[in-house]
């Protein structure tokens, strides 16, 4: 083995490269100091994009149709199908949309792509077997009849709070897109469809034939027959619901979404909500004018990313995460080049605070005052922990250089928010807090199984991060004390934790190696050497490291969880590196080779490719690729080794 010396090159090489990242993400910065990078998912939502409007009819926008069909096209899996992540495996839904949607651009079912689309979503079982998201579209265009989706009464919106299921139980993102989908349901539009199109022939029954799902694999018998059999009482007697009463759930819904649809950021400030109003509007009879209907109809089309030749549609934008991750790079960077930009960014993120709105989260924790940042440009009603830590840990990180009383102000907030929102069980969720109605997961509508939004390790370590960095531990806060508590109880056998909205152990991993040394746990803690060994173990032979979307298949109870390694990528290498160094390893061979690596694929731009998706939407049904995580945080490395280096202690002293 060469010496950690010898694979460096040299340290002037280290800084070259450190310069030269620097420099890129400096270029990407927008004319307000703020960085937003594009996110982008699968296939299924500029497939919904284009359904979209012609189940509207829609004046056609064939340029914009013929570029999303080629973007389409490209990213069609050897299996014929369509993945949910870059070379992954077959997915049902996403095929059968993505099929859809190019026959309503006017691919011809004959084209070689169609036939080998449809010969594999035919080996496969047929459409049939799409979820519960996509048997809604096909409903909507009168391909299958209602009786192939679960009974969705609009007057659950009048439930009260102690009530078994209630929209307060499930997470933000479920609320959102169910609250129009429970008016679409009662009033059963069908598509304008002018062309008429449909997809008959994905099918190996009559489409109309077709009940409900199956069971899904983490559903349990029991509970699912429970609400199998209340489905079907629900689709005899729903019938008879009075019409008053079923007018003033239609009215308590439209309230709901018209207090939340954010302007052309729109309701939830996430495309499939922000479509559904839209449906739900054309289904009350609102025209295209409509003020609310028209404003988010334009959110929609602000989601385009649109290219010389491709065009695609994201699931929503990431200007808060974006800049608050740019920001804790250049930080860590330090040279004056990179310190201004990165106070100009968090000077840009100080008023998109939320301060005077009481969120759905208000509902469980009616005493704690608003503070959070929201993950996108606006959507107050829905600011998240994971953002806010971080832009915290940012700022607190910039006024020990720089006293700002901003600031400190917003710190206080933020962190006075986050405080008030630790679960019951001691960790800390996305956007909720106790969202821990865990049965709900069995309800046929759940068939994804990310219907709540629990704790999970990698924001609960993000929380503890920002405490212990603010200067809290285990013995001066309870909070803390009961995060790391949840911590040692989350960590799995082989020594990593998982990460809920990152690919997968390895960034969860990095998360809570970050908190437990903010934290003051010793580096010698047997949770902490486990870890560190852990990772060291997966690290690949071109000395970076990876990881497939397919660990999330092992998440579920019944199986034992574990790793399915992948092949390199800038981004989790960067987190691999970040956690090794939180928990003291900055001497390691390992990290000296995942640096070599970051530094000998750096590209002539200072920056570094990565197609493949690192990040997570929802574990086995939904993932991103977040154009700026190959950005950022390989230069966050770079930078944390150069600097460590150059210390008596080598001990990171910040919270990520």
């Known amino acids: 083995m060469h010496s950690a010396a010898t694979q460096l090159r040299s340290t002037d090489g280290l800084e070259a490269s450190i310069v030269s990242a620097t420099q890129g993400l400096l270029n990407d910065r927008q004319a307000d100091g703020h960085w937003v990078y594009e996110l982008e998912a699968d296939c299924t939502i500029p497939a919904e994009y284009v359904l ?41 839904s996403a095929s059968v949309k ?3 949607a190019l026959k309503m651009i006017g691919d011809s079912i004959d084209a070689p792509h169609m036939v080998r689309a449809r010969e594999a979503i035919h080996a496969q079982g047929g459409a049939a077997k799409s979820n519960v998201f996509t048997r809604f579209m096909l409903a909507l265009f009168g391909v299958t009849t209602w009786r192939s989706v679960p009974v969705l009464p609009v007057e659950i919106t009048l439930l009260p709070l102690w009530f078994p299921f209630h929209l307060n139980k499930i997470s933000y993102w479920a609320r959102t897109t169910l609250v129009p989908l429970l008016v679409l349901a009662a009033l059963k539009p069908r598509a304008k469809n002018p062309k008429g199109v449909g997809i008959d022939e994905l099918f190996l029954q009559d489409p109309r034939s077709i009940g409900m799902t199956a069971k899904a694999a983490h559903q349990s018998w029991g509970w699912f027959l429970f609400f199998r059999a209340l489905d079907s009482v629900l689709r005899v007697v729903e019938p008879l619901f009075p019409k008053r009463l079923r007018a003033r759930a239609i009215n308590e819904a439209v309230a709901f979404i018209e ?6 950021d729109g309701m939830g400030a996430i495309f499939p909500p922000m479509a559904n109003a839209v449906m739900m509007y054309e289904a009350l009879g609102k025209g295209a004018d409509y003020p609310p209907r028209a404003t988010q109809r334009r959110g929609l089309a602000k989601l385009l990313v649109i290219g010389a030749d491709e065009a695609y549609c994201q699931p929503c934008v990431s200007p808060v995460w974006d800049t608050a991750l740019t920001c804790h790079a250049l930080l860590e960077a330090g040279s004056e080049a990179a310190l201004a930009p990165a106070r100009q960014g968090l000077d840009w993120l100080v008023p998109k605070q939320v301060l005077d709105v009481k969120g759905d989260w208000a509902v469980k924790s009616p005493q704690t005052r608003p503070g959070g ?31 700002n009383p901003a600031y400190d102000a917003a710190i206080d907030r933020g962190r006075e928010w986050i405080e008030g929102m630790q679960s019951k069980d001691g960790g ?24 709540l939004d629990p704790p999970t ?27 790391i508590a949840y911590l040692r109880k989350t960590q799995l056998a082989e020594g990593s934790w998982y990460g809920r909205w990152g690919l997968n152990y390895i960034y969860g991993t990095w998360s809570v190696l970050c908190a437990l040394n903010a934290a003051g746990i010793d580096h010698k803690d047997p949770m902490v050497r486990k870890a560190a060994d852990w990772l060291v173990s997966v690290q690949n032979a071109d000395g970076g490291w990876g990881e497939d979307a397919a660990s999330y298949r092992l998440g579920y109870k019944e199986f034992d969880p574990g790793f399915d390694g992948g092949p390199t990528t800038p981004s989790q290498t960067a987190w691999a ?15 000296a080779r995942g640096v070599e690596y970051l530094m000998t694929t750096q ?41 460590l280096r150059k210390t008596n202690s080598r001990v990171v002293g910040v919270g990520m």
Request: aromatic share 14%; hydrophobic share 45%; proline share 5%.
């Open 457 to 483: 390790e990698d924001v609960t370590a993000r929380c503890i991060s920002m405490l212990a960095q603010l200067g809290e531990t285990a013995s001066t806060s309870p909070a803390v004390a009961a995060g």
């Open 259 to 264: 207090e939340r649809l954010n302007g052309e």
């Open 373 to 403: 940042w929201a993950f996108q440009y606006n959507n107050a009603h829905y600011p998240d922990l994971d953002d806010t830590a971080v832009v915290v840990m940012a700022m607190d990180r910039a006024r020990r250089a720089v006293p």
């Open 603 to 643: 590209t002539e731009k200072g920056l570094w490719d990565e197609q493949r998706y690192t990040a997570t939407g929802f574990p086995r049904v939904f993932y991103l690729r977040y154009h700026g995580y190959s950005k950022f945080f390989p230069l966050w490395a770079l930078a944390r080794f150069r600097n």
């Open 577 to 591: 590196l970040l956690g090794l160094m939180a928990a003291g390893e900055v001497e390691n061979p390992a990290v």
């Open 52 to 92: 979209l409007a012609h189940y509207l009819a829609e004046p056609a926008d064939t340029v914009l149709e013929a570029k999303i069909a080629n973007y389409l096209r490209r990213i069609q899996g050897a299996h014929g199908g369509w993945p949910l992540v870059h070379d992954g495996e077959f997915d049902m």
């Open 98 to 100: 993505a099929y859809f």
């Open 428 to 451: 800390w969720a996305a956007f909720d807090v106790n969202n821990l109605e865990y049965y709900l997961n069995n309800i046929p509508f759940s068939d994804h199984g990310a219907l």
